[in-house]
């Protein structure tokens, strides 16, 4: 019983104690800073698009609230009283404060360009070339941030991105970036295969490994090769493209792939199955429709066209 009555005792001594009186019109001090600037409440009314009578009454409100007159009414207008000055100091130097601070965070922010990217495409590619743009744009904080799907949520804090495709997305701003032709790769018993049968006839044998599953890769690659539609289903969609290519080089199935494998092609670890070639895909820049296109975005952008100018020539 005495525990009961205690604590209830307590806890009210601690919330009285506690209290405080709050200031609740912070956003009549903006306004009061705004009218200040003028001579009349009148003239106040007309910069502002208000009525004199809201002025007014938004004055009257603030003074009540801080219990001090901030303006002397005359027949020519208005001005400030001691009290009034005192408080618009106080309001200009934390306006001025919180306009600077925002700006700085408004600058930094702007400076910040996350580009999203598949491992593969950055370990073999973009990775090598980053410290020229490091080097070249010290200004810009640049993020990489690995993707598989490009879905809408994992665009969600993208700047930009680069895909592999054949550009046909209608959920963003597509540039054509670095045309890379794919064509097919199997390891060394694939390749014997085909040699042995054709392309024609072995490629039903195998699993096509796909990005994923609407994708129109593989449908797009047999055209080219006047070659009928794949009727095996036991497709198996592999998003990330590394794994695909050690898939590949396990004997899972063949891929479509690009230059980008040349060092496995070298050391014998994967085979090209074909000549033919889909001339349409390679790799664009995307930006989603929700991300706003800013000058550190477009200075990578243009960094990147440049560089695959020169890695093509």
């Given amino acids: 019983m005495e525990i009961e009555i205690f604590f209830p005792m307590r806890s009210k001594f601690l919330y009285s104690g506690n209290m405080r009186t709050h200031f609740h019109h912070h956003d009549l001090l903006r306004l009061f800073a705004e009218i200040a600037r003028h001579p009349s409440f009148s003239m106040a009314a007309e910069a502002l698009n208000m009525t004199k009578g809201a002025i007014s009454y938004q004055i009257k409100t603030l003074e009540t609230d801080l219990g001090m007159p901030l303006f ?5 207008g208005v001005t400030l009283t001691a009290e009034g000055r005192k408080v618009l100091a106080a309001c200009q130097t934390r306006y001025e ?9 408004k600058e930094k922010s702007s400076q910040t360009l996350t580009v ?12 090598p070339r980053l410290m020229t743009f490091m080097q070249q744009h010290q200004d810009v904080q640049l993020r990489i941030q690995p993707m598989i799907q490009f879905s809408n949520l994992e665009m969600q804090d993208i700047d930009l991105a680069i895909r592999w495709g054949n550009g046909d997305w209608d959920d963003g701003v597509v540039t054509p970036f670095m045309p890379i032709r794919s064509f097919p790769v199997g390891n060394a018993d694939a390749a014997l295969r085909v040699e042995k049968l054709g392309m024609k006839m072995a490629i039903s ?7 994923r599953d609407d994708s129109n890769a593989w ?15 036991d497709v198996l969609i592999i998003p990330d493209p590394n794994v695909r290519v050690q898939a590949v080089i396990n004997g899972q ?4 792939m690009d230059d980008l494998v040349k060092d496995e092609l070298e050391d014998t ?15 664009f820049l995307f930006r989603s429709h929700r991300a706003v296109e800013t000058k550190p975005a477009r200075v990578f952008s ?6 695959s100018k020169q890695s093509s020539a």
């Fill in 116 to 127: 999203g990217v598949s491992t593969y495409f950055a370990a073999r590619w973009l990775s």
């Fill in 219 to 233: 449908s797009d690659w047999l055209d080219a090769a006047v070659l009928p539609p794949q009727t095996r289903r």
């Fill in 72 to 76: 002397l009414r005359t027949t020519r």
């Fill in 205 to 211: 044998d195998f699993t096509l490994l796909r990005d």
């Fill in 269 to 283: 670890k994967l085979y090209r199955l074909s000549d033919i070639e889909l001339p349409e895909y390679g790799y």
């Fill in 97 to 105: 404060e919180i306009e600077a601070d925002l700006q700085s965070l």
């Fill in 253 to 256: 199935g063949i891929a479509l």
């Fill in 302 to 307: 243009d960094w990147l066209q440049e560089q």
